[in-house]
């Protein structure tokens, strides 16, 4: 096992009912600027929770940020929080509302020429402005920790940031927001949590016994509610389990001490970046390709997943890897998920040299967990999943 530091300072508060809390989350004497999505809080009853909570409370609120949020809307709401002397971010939505909200956290103290250099030139954010989160969307984990990924439509380009001034110090999760989540979303958050664990478990032996195990659970755990939660996300059993998976697979515990990938969702981001296609649906495109290149690096975890996740039994390590790989794919394929960029776009042609240059031009020349990914094979792995 690698050495590793663990430190995760957001408060949850999970459970039903659990937004009426923010009232004594927010202090009383802050000046608010409370951020959400397209206006899907409106129609569910969750932005009335909110603001019966807040009834104290001074807030202003900024709403139409995107999904894959849009840093020219942000820059617009970065301009209230100034014009406003706002002094705390409350986010109400899924990943692109908090992510938004992160991305304002670091931008509302940045001192430099354009907070688009807090993405381009990998600046941390140790300090930001303080915010808590409502989340009404499980898939990105984003209410539990300190990464945001951010969309310039300009330039078609998607790019992370973060730092361990980004954590919300609170979010609350109350399961039941999901019955209004269309269905092609819930498959989207499944899809999106279970490949985050697969990025921080399909890499290499190590000996972390407790990190596999903690892997495997949430991917387990996925599996088996993954019917229920789209056949009736009124199931509070089944939305339960599924927000808590999301949340406990990237929150960085099961990261501790074990080494990480992360290429499937770099190359994933540039597919959203250049054709729009949902987060979830990207990686679902890549990984299948992803593991099938680096089969031999990737196939003693391969087969261990293949046996504890898919109960695969028969044959040699080799076997058991590809035949969890096809399972994988069939996985996806039952959520109602396409795992072939073909089945998104037909202007596919010259995808895999452009974003191979993209990763050069950046000096992204050696990713994954050996650091041997150069932009070459990512081009090789992006034509395999057309
Ligand atoms: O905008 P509104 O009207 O709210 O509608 C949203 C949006 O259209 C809707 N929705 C959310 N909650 C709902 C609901 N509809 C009905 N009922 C509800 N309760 O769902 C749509 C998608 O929302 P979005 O926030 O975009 O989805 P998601 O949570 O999947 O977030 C995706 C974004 O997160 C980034 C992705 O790249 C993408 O930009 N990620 C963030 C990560 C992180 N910070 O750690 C990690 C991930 O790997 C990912 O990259
Ligand atoms: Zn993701």
Redesign the pocket.
């Given at each position: 096992m690698n050495n590793f530091e663990f430190k995760n300072p957001t408060k949850i508060i999970f459970g039903k009912n659990t937004i009426e809390k923010l009232k004594t989350e927010i202090p009383q004497d802050a000046k608010v600027l409370l951020l959400?999505?397209?206006?899907?809080?409106?129609?569910?009853g969750?932005y009335d929770q909110v603001k019966t909570a807040l009834t104290n409370v001074n807030v202003i609120e900024f709403g139409?940020?995107?999904?894959?949020?849009e840093y020219a809307t942000l820059m617009e709401a970065l301009k209230v929080i100034k014009d406003q002397n706002i002094n705390y971010l409350l986010a109400?939505?899924?990943?692109?509302?908090?992510?938004g909200t992160?991305f304002l956290s670091a931008a509302a103290v940045y001192n430099g020429d354009t907070p688009w250099d807090i993405l381009t030139k990998n600046i941390r954010t140790n300090k930001g402005m303080p915010f808590g989160t409502v989340l009404?969307?499980?898939?990105?984990?984003?209410e539990m920790?300190s990464?945001?990924?951010?969309?310039r439509a300009e330039t078609k380009e998607?790019l992370?940031m973060?730092g361990p001034g980004l954590f919300p110090e609170f979010s609350i999760l109350d399961p039941q927001?999901?019955?209004?989540?269309?269905r092609r979303?819930l498959a989207?958050?499944l899809t999106?949590a279970f490949?985050?664990v697969l990025e921080q478990y399909m890499t290499y032996p190590i000996g972390a016994l407790l990190q596999d195990r903690f892997a495997e659970s949430i991917l387990q755990t996925l599996v088996e509610v993954a019917p229920s939660v789209l056949k009736d996300p009124t199931d509070y059993q089944a939305a339960s389990n599924f927000m808590w998976s999301c949340t406990m697979a990237?929150n960085g515990l099961i990261q501790k001490g074990v080494p990480t990938d992360w290429a499937v969702?770099a190359m994933?981001?540039e597919l959203?970046a250049l054709f729009g296609i949902?987060?979830?649906r990207t990686?679902a495109v890549i990984a299948p390709s992803h593991y099938k290149f680096n089969f031999e690096s990737k196939k003693e975890k391969l087969a261990q997943y293949g046996e504890r996740i898919w109960n695969i039994t028969e044959g040699n390590t080799e076997d058991k890897a590809y035949e969890a790989i096809a399972k994988t794919e069939a996985f996806f394929h039952e959520l109602g998920i396409d795992t072939k960029l073909s089945n998104y776009t037909k202007e596919y042609e010259g995808t895999a040299e452009k974003i191979s240059k993209r990763f050069t031009d950046r000096g992204w020349t050696a990713l994954g967990e050996h650091q041997t990914l150069t932009p070459e094979k990512v081009e090789k792995i992006i034509k395999m999943a057309y």
């Open positions: 959400y999505g397209g206006g899907s809080i409106k129609k569910n969750i139409g940020i995107p999904a894959n949020p109400v939505g899924g990943g692109s509302v908090i992510d992160k009404t969307l499980p898939a990105t984990g984003s920790n990464g945001a990924v951010i969309t998607k992370a973060g927001v999901i019955t209004s989540i269309p979303q989207n958050g999106d490949t985050h990237l969702h994933g981001h959203t949902d987060h979830a990686l």
